[in-house]
């Protein structure tokens, strides 16, 4: 009879015992949030930090354009928009005459900066709407985890009505987002249409099933994240966006910060002495 008392005090301790180990471990390790929470999390934090980033950069932004060549050009932000002067075209250096003619060109027609600008910064702002939007118009599951990055699986939320032709097309695909968990920041997001989209019946627009669009970011400096990615092959036509055509793919690197009130004419004098130190090098 002790010996049996003795058992069920035992078992009865060690059940104990391992429900408290369990609940430590669960207050220690908190659970994953779902899918969705995460994606509203990180779309917020984006937005937040977007309204409060007034950086400007230099860079190197090499393009594909309509005819397939590939251009090189160094690209300075300034506060009256951004100034770019060709490096490369199609793998070869500039000939001297061709510099020269570039170089009398840089900064020489304000109004068309700011043109650029003002539709740089209208397209900023319909980027913004469409990624606010993000967490309503899909539907998210998890998918792979790759250090601080995990992937989100996404498809069309049924429950959602766009309200824009952006809307539109946005609803209209499947694809993945990759976000940094750790920064709450938006690191990759690709997708594909899975059905035709029309504007207007088909008469002010449309974009074909099948295209595809890849955007990528990532951290250029410490709390500073920047698009490093576009690349954009659809088929159709689409007049929403003035600075993102449907067929369009570049990539932006080698980011160097400048000052934020960087003026045009001290933007000139910057790639002019960033090609002297260029030419010095090779």
Not at 3 to 21: E, K, N, P, S
Not at 96 to 122: F, I
Not at 193 to 199: A, D, G, K, M, Y
Not at 261 to 274: H, W, Y
Request: net charge negative.
């Amino acid at each position: 009879m002790d010996i049996a008392i003795d058992r069920r005090i035992v078992v009865t301790g060690a059940v104990v015992l391992f429900t408290c180990f369990l609940t430590e471990l669960m207050i220690a390790q908190p659970s994953e949030p779902s899918p969705a929470a995460l994606i509203h999390r990180v779309v917020q934090n984006e937005l937040n930090l977007e309204h409060q980033d007034n950086s400007h950069w230099m860079v190197q932004l090499k393009t594909q354009n309509k005819n397939g060549q590939m251009e090189v050009d160094e690209v300075v932000e300034t506060n009256a928009g951004d100034l770019s002067r060709p490096i490369e075209i199609n793998g070869h250096e500039l000939t001297a005459q061709q510099r020269q003619q570039s170089d009398a060109q840089l900064g020489r027609n304000p109004a068309a900066l700011r043109k650029m600008l003002k539709e740089k910064n209208e397209d900023a702002v319909k980027s913004q709407e469409m990624l606010r939007i993000l967490p309503n118009a899909f539907i998210f599951t998890y998918g792979e985890h790759r250090g601080d990055l995990t992937q989100l699986l996404f498809k069309p939320n049924p429950k959602f009505h766009p309200s824009s032709h952006e809307a539109e097309v946005f609803h209209a695909m499947e694809g993945n987002v990759w976000v940094d968990e750790k920064q709450n920041r938006l690191a990759e997001m690709s997708g594909h249409l899975i059905e035709r989209v029309n504007f207007g019946g088909g008469f002010l627009g449309h974009l074909d099933k099948g295209g595809t669009f890849d955007v990528q970011q990532q951290e250029v400096a410490p709390g500073y994240w920047e698009l490093t990615v576009l690349n954009v092959q659809m088929n159709g036509k689409a007049l929403f966006f003035k600075t993102i055509r449907v067929r369009q793919a570049y990539s932006r690197s080698d980011f160097k910060r400048v000052p934020d009130d960087l003026t045009i004419q001290k933007g000139v004098q910057m790639l002019k002495e960033q090609a002297t130190h260029q030419g010095s090098q090779s």
